[in-house]
């Protein structure tokens, strides 16, 4: 059985910092694009971060040069380290995992999908 657990979500205060990891279980994701996406109240799901098994990333534009992800290959761990937080990164983030290389910006793409964690930043 497939599972993504995310953790690390919690209420930090704007230009703090959080670091979410994520724990792939139930078949190999070495091949597989790991991404971070985020979903605020009333508003779509969307990308923030992806990592290729390559180790190329992708980031989304409000998040460039504030947020890294990284995985850890022998552990299926992915981590999202987020800097400089600011109060419109308040939202439930989740951990994706597409069977396919090339990182998709698209939620639909995606195959497995986490429960989500909340984070919380207060101005």
């Known amino acids: 059985q497939v599972q993504l657990v995310e953790s690390g979500g919690r209420l930090a205060q704007a230009g703090g910092s959080l670091r979410l990891s994520c724990v792939a279980s139930g078949r190999t994701f070495s091949g597989y694009c790991m991404a971070w996406f985020r979903q605020a109240p009333g508003k779509e799901r969307e990308i923030v971060a992806a990592?290729?098994?390559?180790?190329?990333?992708y980031y989304a534009d409000s998040v460039k040069g504030r947020f890294t992800i990284s995985r850890d290959g022998a552990k299926i761990t992915v981590y999202l380290q987020m800097n400089s937080l600011k109060y419109e990164d308040t939202a439930v983030y989740y951990c994706?995992?597409?069977?396919?290389?090339?990182?998709?910006?698209?939620?639909?793409?995606?195959?497995?999908w986490g429960q989500g964690t909340q984070v919380t930043v207060s101005s």
């Open positions: 990592i290729r098994g390559s180790g190329s990333t």
């Open positions: 994706a995992a597409d069977r396919h290389a090339d990182c998709h910006v698209r939620a639909a793409f995606y195959d497995y």
